[in-house]
């Protein structure tokens, strides 16, 4: 039987030693004192099996936690993002224990489901709350818990060092110990030289995974890719917006592959399984990595991808030319190409241009009520296409908040106006869509 991990009277003690240290500080070992009444019943830690084991049975206080750095680690072990996310932290943990640092985890377990907490827990070395332990909630509101996984880190001190360190840990690993913001500033200054020395080959092969592949599972090694422009395409069948964007995007492959040979796209999965992967890459005329390879993580964290679809621009060098790509190519299509700054400064001079020749001011059977006006617009959705606009000329009516695209309201034939819905497939555990991007929850 699991049993609580805080024993109440040892933390209202050290809520007292720190008090009397510095009266003034505001720690987050003192704030789990303060939220945990005292009793004259005091339970021992919760560790794993393992823990226990080696300890050989004896109760552990509370005072094993003074003095060290902890790691709180909101969890719900069912929950796919936190199953990825425990075994790298238990391999940092490990490593930090092998080094002989001072460092413990703490989970605190938002799961309802005894059974799958159990059986995640009985494998880790650290302690845990009990399931269904009141402070759950009240650490949760504290440290305003806003996505999973979560590794608060308090330092020796017992003062916050940091709300959340899982995305560190997952780009980082141990070299993101102790998890300080001067750590984090030396990891910045880190990625930036790699930022300058990356090449294609740096960002797509590791180890003996050297390839990508075409259709039929050819391997294409990534030397046949040097000197190219590329575009790394992260996606998904299951996610709505991906779908829809597909089609924009095999329309401007086809035309910038007519203009320029040295130029592809890598599609990088996010599906749920082979079946899925191969039914949405049978309909994509460019390259994959393939499916459930290990490149696709570090590529994740390597571009921070947060959201899908999403289309990172890399040049011929190597380097990093846009990760808006995905919104170039909505606005611009195959025009867009090849994505530098000194070609957006073209399309904007073109658009100057263009504009020239447009009345200033039209009236439009899709909006009697008033005149439209050109307009500079930023972020606006067509009432006449329902296309997202980041940025461009509308014809715009302001008392309506009315946009119109130049050739929505310009066109004499607009066509009808498709009410066809996409089939909608729940998004991937983990991930909420909101019709135009679907992100990690």
């Not at 009240?138 to 330092?155: D, H, Q």
């Not at 995007?249 to 796209?265: G, P, Q, T």
Request: contains cysteine.
């Amino acid at each position: 039987m699991l049993c609580s991990l805080i024993a109440n009277r040892y933390f209202f003690c050290l809520r007292s030693t720190i008090l009397k240290a510095n009266p003034n500080i505001c720690c987050s070992l003192q704030v789990l004192a303060f939220i945990t009444e005292p009793t004259s019943i005091s339970p021992p830690l919760t560790c794993s099996a393992s823990f226990r084991k080696k300890l050989s049975g004896l109760q552990v206080p509370v005072s094993e936690l003074e003095g060290k750095i902890v790691g709180l680690y909101f969890s719900l072990s069912a929950y796919s993002p936190c199953v990825d996310f425990s075994p790298k932290l238990l391999e940092v943990y490990e490593k930090l224990k092998a080094n002989g640092e001072s460092f413990e985890v703490v989970v605190i377990p938002l799961d309802d489901d005894e059974e799958s907490f159990k059986q995640d827990f009985k494998n880790m070395p650290w302690f845990s709350l009990p399931i269904g332990d009141k402070n759950v909630g009240k650490l949760a509101r504290y440290f305003e818990l806003s996505t999973l996984p979560t590794l608060v880190i308090i330092g020796a001190d017992g003062k916050t060092v940091s709300k959340n360190v899982a995305e560190a840990i997952e780009e980082h690993g141990v070299l993101a110990y102790p998890f300080t913001p001067k750590k984090f500033e030396e990891l910045i200054e880190i990625e930036k030289a790699k930022e300058k020395a990356q090449t294609l080959e740096s960002i797509l092969i590791s180890g003996d995974r050297n390839f990508v592949i075409g259709k039929g599972g050819t391997e294409i090694p990534v030397s046949d890719l040097v000197g190219k422009n590329i575009l790394l395409y992260f996606s998904a069948h299951w996610c709505p917006p991906c779908r829809a964007f597909l089609p924009k995007l095999v329309e401007a492959y086809h035309k910038i592959k007519a203009k320029d040979d040295a130029f592809e796209v890598i599609f990088i999965s996010s599906d749920r399984d082979q079946g899925a992967f191969d039914e949405f890459f049978s309909g994509m005329p460019w390259l994959a990595l393939p499916f459930g390879d290990s490149r696709k993580a570090s590529l994740s964290r390597r571009f921070k991808v947060q959201g899908i679809p999403m289309l990172i621009a890399i040049g011929p060098t190597g380097q990093t030319v846009t990760k808006e790509a995905r919104d170039l190519v909505m606005q611009h299509g195959a025009n867009a190409y090849p994505f530098t700054e000194e070609r957006l400064k073209e399309i904007e001079a073109e658009s100057e241009e263009m504009a020239k020749g447009w009345p200033q001011k039209l009236k439009s059977a899709q909006h009697e009520e008033h005149e439209l006006a050109l307009a500079r617009r930023k972020d606006y959705t067509c009432d006449g296409c329902d296309e997202p606009e980041e940025e461009g000329w509308s014809f715009y009516c302001e008392a309506c908040n009315f946009d119109l695209h130049p050739k929505c309201a310009l066109e004499e034939d607009k066509g009808a106006k498709s009410d066809a819905k996409q089939e909608q497939d729940p998004p991937q555990e983990g991930w909420v869509c909101d019709g135009y991007v679907c992100k990690k929850a």
